[in-house]
């Protein structure tokens, strides 16, 4: 037990390095975001997340959005608990036989005007999971999607720049490039 005191001691802590997007960059994309979604909602926009089956890795990225480096809030965006205070409802993973009821009904219960943006590879078009038996597919199998964010997970900087194309472009269909 002494020892590995003393060793805590002596080594530097063990951390991860911060990403490596550039400050002036997220300043310019948080003024960006900010304005757009102010000019064309009036006020915040509210996010609700719904997982519908995936491995956890898009939830991770989308969840990195709220830590102190991207801080999400100062952009005027939230993540919200019930859909009835939602906007977006931001989708991951490949829609499971299990979930598809239960997305339509966050669907029907989230008020007009909302956008539906689909969020991976895997909410894309079913990703590795396609052809399984308990998967319908991607999220536009079960509802019409606004925006498709790819990756495998897309980081939060691709989730950020997707919400700003979602919110310039108002309710046309987006395909981010990937």
């Not at 002596?10 to 960006?32: G, K, M, S, V």
């Not at 299990?98 to 009904?105: C, D, G």
């Amino acid at each position: 037990m002494r020892k590995l005191l003393f060793e805590s001691l002596i080594r530097p802590p063990l951390t991860e390095r911060p990403p490596l997007a550039r400050e002036a960059a997220i300043d310019e994309l948080a003024n960006a975001l900010d304005g757009a979604a102010r000019k064309r909602l009036g006020r915040s926009l509210s996010i609700r997340a719904v997982d519908a089956g995936s491995c956890n890795g898009c939830e991770l990225e989308m969840h990195a959005l709220n830590n102190a480096f991207y801080d999400i809030e100062r952009f005027g965006f939230r993540f919200v608990a019930s859909p009835r205070h939602a906007d977006v409802l931001l989708v991951t993973g490949p829609v499971t036989k299990n979930m598809r009821e239960a997305l339509k009904r966050t669907w029907d219960a989230t008020p007009n005007p909302k956008w539906v943006v689909a969020l991976g590879d895997c909410a894309r078009n079913g990703g590795c999971f396609a052809g399984s038996y308990a998967v319908v597919g991607g999220v536009s199998e079960v509802l019409p999607v606004d925006l498709h964010i790819p990756g495998c997970p897309p980081p939060p900087i691709e989730i950020l720049k997707g919400l700003l194309a979602l919110i310039e472009g108002g309710m046309q269909r987006l395909v981010l490039p990937g």
